[in-house]
Each structure stands twice: as C-alpha cells, then as structure tokens.
C-alpha cells in the first residue's frame, strides 16, 4: 500500500482527538481504512415528479421562486421563512425555519433547489436542505454510512470527501489492463469515487459491478494461492498398499459400489498414493453411502502401515459409527476403538498407550480426538463426518494434527455451489451424487397439529408391520416462553397411547453418554419401536428399519435442517415417510413448508434455503469459515463468482502471475494476507 494511504486518520484536515477515537469504533485507523468504508445503502435524492411522490416522504425538487419571502419571527432566535415555489406545473409552499438569512437570497424567478418533507395534503415542502441554484447532479443519490455515536452520517460523507480530494490520486490500480477490458470494469479510482460520490444509478451499478469482481477475485486468489502452497509445501504420505487385500475387502462389502461411490473412491486413493498432502471434501446427499467410502479409504491407509482417525460431531454418531467399522473390519484383523469424553481414568490410558504403540489402527470419536494428549504412532489419514460447520481455521488445525496426514472432510449437508467454492474454496471436492439402487422416494407430508390423531394411527399401522418411528420435538421440556412440543410430554403422551402394545423410547441431549446409548441401541434392535426425541439425533444416525418421520412445530427448522432430519428414514428399501407437523404464519414458513414437500433433493433445497435465508445464516452462527464481503452477496453475484474463481485458477497456475509486473498489485494482497509467507501454514 501507498504510504500516504496508509497514514493515520488523524492527518485529515479537522480530524482531532474525539473524531480518532471515532473512526477507530469503526474500525478505521487508516486513510486507507476510510476511503474503503463503503456505504450500506443509499437514499435516493434524485427529481422526482411530485405526482409519484407520497404524503410525508423526503423529496428533492428544483423550481423557480414565484413570491417575495415572508420572515415572521417567534422570540429572538427562532423564525420562519414562507415562500411560493414553481416546480414544473406545480406550485407549492416552501417553509423553512430558523434560516433568516435566506430572505435576501431569494429573489424572484431566481432557481433553488430544496429537499424536505413533502405535505402533499397542504401541497408544502418543509425544507432541510436548500441550495441555490439548479440541483447539482452530484448530491442527487446519497451515500448512507454506518455510524456510531457522535459521528453523523453527514460528518462522514464530509470526512470521505475531504478525503477523497486530497488522497483520490494515491489510489492505484490493482487489477490488470487485460481484465477491466475484458470485463469492461471502471478503474479503482473511478470505482471508489462512484461508491462514496455516485452521479447516477448507472455509475454506481458500475463501480459496485467492478467491487463485487475485485472482492471476489481476491478472495479466490487467496484460496487458490492457499491451496497451491499447501500442496507443494506439504510432503504428503505416500500411500502404497497390496491391491489384492484391498480388492478383498471391497468383495466382503454387502452391496456392490454405486457409480458415483466407486468414482470418489478413486479421487481419494489417488490423492492419497500422490507425494501431495490429500485435503479433500466430500459431498453427498442423506443416505448417499459416505460411511463405506470413508471405510475404504481407511482400509487403504491401514494396509499402507498407517492410522486412520475418524471425527464426528456427536457421540451417538460416534458410537454408531464404532459399532458398524468394527464389524466391516473384524475379518481384517483391525482393531478399532471408541474414544467419547465418558472413557476415563484407567481405561483411557490404556488406549492412548495403545493408540502410541500401533495395536489400535482406527480411532473414532468426537472433537475429543483433537485434542493435545493424544498421540497416535502414525496417523495417515483424517476423516471428519458432518463437519459442515468447520471453518478455514480448525480445518487447518486438524490437518496439523498428524504430519502431513492426509484429510477429508464428508458431509451431508448439501451446499449450493456459490457457497462450497467461497467456504471450501481451497480444498478439491469429491460428489457423490446418486443414491444406492431401490430407495424409494420419501413422502413428506405438511399437515396442521390438529390432525395428530390420524397420524398416531399411520404410525400404529406401521410399527404393526415392524417398521420404527421418529417423533423429534425441538424442546426437551415445556418452557414458558416458547409455546412448542417438547420431547418429555410428547413421550408420555405416545407411551400412555401405545400402551402394551409398542415401546417408546427417549433421547434427548441431557442424557448420559450411557443412557443414550441404551436407547439407541435398543432402538437400532427394534426393541424401542418409536423413539422420541430432540435434534441430536439429526446427523448421520442410521436405523434403516425406521421409515416414519415426524418433525413437531417443523416451521422452527430450517430446510437443511429437515432435510436431515428427513434423512433418518429412506434408508432401506421400505417405503418412508416424513410428516411435517406445522402451522407456520409467516410466507417464508409456509414457503419452507412447501418446498419440502415438494423435493427430496438436498442441493435444491439447499439453494432455495440459501435464497430464503442468506448466506449469514447458512452455516449457523459458529462457523468461522464464511468471508464477509463488503460489496459482493454471494446469492445474487453468483455468476461473478464462478467467472473470479475461474480466473483465480488460472492466474495461480500461470507463471506470469508469479513474475509480471502488471500483476504485482493482486500479490500484494497475497502476501498481506500472510498466506504467501509460509509461516501460517505447516
Ligand atoms: P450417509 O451418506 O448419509 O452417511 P450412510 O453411509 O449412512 O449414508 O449409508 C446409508 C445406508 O445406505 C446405509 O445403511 C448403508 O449401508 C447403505 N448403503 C451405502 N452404500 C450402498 C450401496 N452402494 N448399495 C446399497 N446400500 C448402500
Ligand atoms: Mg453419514
């Protein structure tokens, strides 16, 4: 950056003590750091017909003065100025308070421009604003900033400008010739120029399209540049193993690979035979069959001399996970453990110990596994389930876990596109997108609360078949504050009603690790035929016996999150169900709703949930992972992105990029961002 950009706040003309301390509880220390504080909207002061104009609303008019000023005083200090004023074929009132001075002015015929408050009842301006003379295009749309305290909206336009005119100059050009042609992009200054002084709509949709490209752009570069160096500055493990043992264990698998199955198991052993370090997502739908394709590639880890770890975000999944490797693994002399935070004191040791020693190859459990006391003698391979919510940063934590192990991440959550290459934009991704042959479509059903008695007698009429059912509740217990179901009443509701003849079993995240392990085992022997419980059970549970879903109050879920729930069932090939009980007000809720019902597709839910929700809120609160961009959304900028991503592939490819002068300003960036330097990265 420019020295003089990178100046304090505090060398601007007017800027004093107070006025630093301002711009500093916005974030701004720098010239640079204001010029590049952007407005979040703007207000629209442009002339407007005063027929299309409503009662009480800010308008700017322009007209000729048609009446001599009249000054009435009230008191010493305060007054008010009336005047008639000709605007088009109107004319109308003009009052202006506390300004005497304007009486002299004004004179007849001479033009004026005034924004206020328009009375169209008594057909009268009430002025804020007055200029004379035409209107100045420049003020016709008004930047509107975001402020805090004392500092006004209209002093900060006035420090922008200020800043502007004496800095505009020192703002240089970071994008190459060759794409503000190409793309027809106005340059940095002007760009930053239409963003805080805008002269029109079209120059602003301008400025903002060349933003939305620059911010973009620079984001990709950054995951490009990320994945680039992490693979040439990462020796990877070099898996090589017996394909005729590998082949044999693919044999004893109970289902023959579906196509898209076998296809990203042959991305992932490649990357896992290459020199580069695996990093690796893999996407699949509720029920696509990831589990096996994590097992195999386990196995190909194992039988290359290695440990394989596998990570899930909730002990059931754990646990459900040990139970089916261990048998998968049992005729291949692997021995597999279980680590949850209920595994303490001596028995703990004694894992560790054998986790250092060898004598176990397949480690699963929770976050546990991350942390600092454990040691495994040669970790070849991380998988981590479900694990959408994980952000750039404990991606990078859990790869420096074990020397240059190789990763994947699986998870269900579909994610649209313009997402997964913004949040996983420097990992290589893996599709799994088919499910395995005869499933069948499941019927989701919207209905109101009042129609439970018909519902309880569907699932009566299927546990008679030996099916099994969910019943998930967003609550555990009744609160007074949220009128919604909650799985302890639910469940002795459910239990009075199939009395002798069905079991209803309970889950809920307060449960012990043991207690719900019994359920759910329970539950998985079909000796609880309906289990009630709360969302911890959303992820990754597999009870393919289990056919009905029911979601209470599912207006309180998002569609991703229905969609996993409605992945619970649908796993065999019985006919499923999913009932949707919800009776939301809002169109939005009732749009859910609709959707639902109307695709089992996850990728199509989720971009409609994407649409409905914005990006902010996709991942939920936690994830750290998502970029905030100033001036792109990622929902309605989509094709700019994908058009930045490709170019940002291209470019890190390219040896120009790494040499040429005219691309000098995009490695700046690169290297401010530390991910040049190596030091963030092993
Ligand atoms: P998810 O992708 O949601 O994690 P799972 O791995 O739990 O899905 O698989 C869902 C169900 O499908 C399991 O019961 C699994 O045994 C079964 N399955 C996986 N792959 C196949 C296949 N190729 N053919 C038939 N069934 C399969
Ligand atoms: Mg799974």
Redesign the pocket.
Known sequence: MNNRLSEPISTLKGVGEETTELFNDLGIYTIYDLLEYFPYRYDDNSLKDLADVKHDERVTVEGKVHSEPSLTYFGKKRSRLTFRLLVGRYLLSVVCFNRPYFKNKLSIDSTVTVTGKWDKHRQTITVQELTFGPKQTLTGIEPVYSVKGKLTIKGMRKFISLAMKEYLDDIHEILPDEFLLKYKLQTRKEALRSIHLPVGQEQLKQARRRFVYEEFLLFQLKMQALRKVQREQSKGIEHKFDYEKFDEFLHTL?????KA?SRVVNEIITDMKSPFRMNRLLQ?????????VAAIAIYAAILSGYQGALMVPTEILAEQHAESLVKMFEPFAVNVALLTSSIKGKKRRELLEKLRNNEIQLLIGTHALIQDEIHFHQLGLVIT?EQHRFGVEQRRMLREKGENTDVLF?T?TPIPRTLAITAFGEMDVSV?DEL???RKAIETYWVKPTMLDRILSFIEKETSKGRQAYVICPLIEESDKLDVQNALDVHSMLTHFFQGRFQVGLMHGRLTSEEKDSVMRRFSQNEVNILVSTTVVEV?V?V?NATIMVIYDAERFGLSQLHQLR?RVG??SEQSYCILLADPKSETGKERMKIMTETNDGFVLSERDLELRGPGDFFGKKQSGMPIFKVADMVHDYRALEVARQDAVELVSSKAFWDEKKYEGLRMHLLQSGILDGEKLD
């Not at 109970?254 to 579906?258: R, W």
Request: glycine content about 24%; charged content about 15%.
């Open positions: 109970p289902f023959p690979l579906t199955q699949g739908d509720v029920g696509s069959g990831k589990t096996v389930d699986m269900a799994i395995p042959a005869g990754g597999n393919p992945g796993r065999g």
